[in-house]
T-cell receptor, first 114, second 113 residues
Framework: GESVGLHLPTLSVQEGDNSIINCAYSNSASDYFIWYKQESGKGPQFIIDIRSNMDKRQGQRVTVLLNKTVKHLSLQIAATQPGDSAVYFCAEIRSSGNTGKLIFGQGTTLQVKP | NAGVTQTPKFQVLKTGQSMTLQCAQDMNHNSMYWYRQDPGMGLRLIYYSASEGTTDKGEVPNGYNVSRLNKREFSLRLESAAPSQTSVYFC????????????FGSGTRLTVV
């Protein structure tokens, strides 16, 4: 079936290094993706999104790359900080009538070592 | 600016008991959603409401019912709780079509014993 998934359950990086979190999707019709950050005990928080007519989008310290050929997207975090420690999810919007259902992958836990 | 408010934050139920999880948003969003999150998993969609007066099943609707009471409120009901429904439940809302991203509540941690 169709799915959204991440490659690695856990990523450990040194403070100050760059982090790259990967996600593969299988629905070739997907045209809108979102990255979320979830801290312990909290709901998911929007980080950045990208549409399929783009291959790169930048925010503050974050960049999302989309490769439609291999159905892969990644989240890059520059100069990773301890406050970046969290679980990161990629999610896909699947249009359904007049709304969009958000379908989540399983998540990657980012651990930042001081 | 409350955003999405869920109540209660924690709940313990015995198998077979019923309860309703409440959700309210103050952003005038059209669409609202209920998700569950199990340990080590992403969120899975239970039910959603594209607009006031409509509700539809998501990926895992069995054992649940919902009510879109008005534009602000969307409740989730467990008629006969089972241990398999032990989870963290998140409510979310979005603009029409969901293109502007979702806003999530802080979750309800439910344990069924």
């Amino acid at each position: 079936g169709e799915s959204v998934g991440l490659h690695l359950p856990t990523l450990s990086v040194q403070e100050g290094d760059n982090s790259i979190i990967n996600c593969a999707y299988s629905n070739s019709a997907s045209d809108y993706f979102i990255w979320y950050k979830q801290e312990s005990g909290k709901g998911p928080q929007f980080i950045i999104d990208i549409r399929s007519n783009m291959d790169k989008r930048q925010g503050q310290r974050v960049t999302v790359l989309l490769n439609k050929t291999v159905k892969h997207l990644s989240l890059q975090i520059a100069a990773t900080q301890p406050g970046d420690s969290a679980v990161y999810f990629c999610a896909e919007i699947r249009s359904s009538g007049n709304t969009g259902k958000l379908i989540f992958g399983q998540g990657t836990t980012l651990q930042v070592k001081p | 600016n409350a955003g999405v408010t869920q109540t209660p934050k924690f709940q313990v139920l015995k198998t077979g008991q019923s309860m309703t999880l409440q959700c309210a948003q103050d952003m005038n969003h059209n669409s609202m959603y209920w998700y569950r999150q199990d340990p080590g998993m992403g969120l899975r969609l239970i039910y959603y409401s594209a607009s006031e007066g409509t509700t539809d099943k998501g990926e895992v609707p069995n054992g649940y019912n919902v009510s879109r009471l008005n534009k602000r409120e969307f409740s989730l009901r467990l008629e006969s709780a089972a241990p398999s429904q032990t989870s963290v439940y998140f409510c979310a809302s979005s603009e029409y079509g969901g293109d502007y991203g979702y806003t999530f509540g802080s979750g309800t941690r439910l344990t069924v014993v």
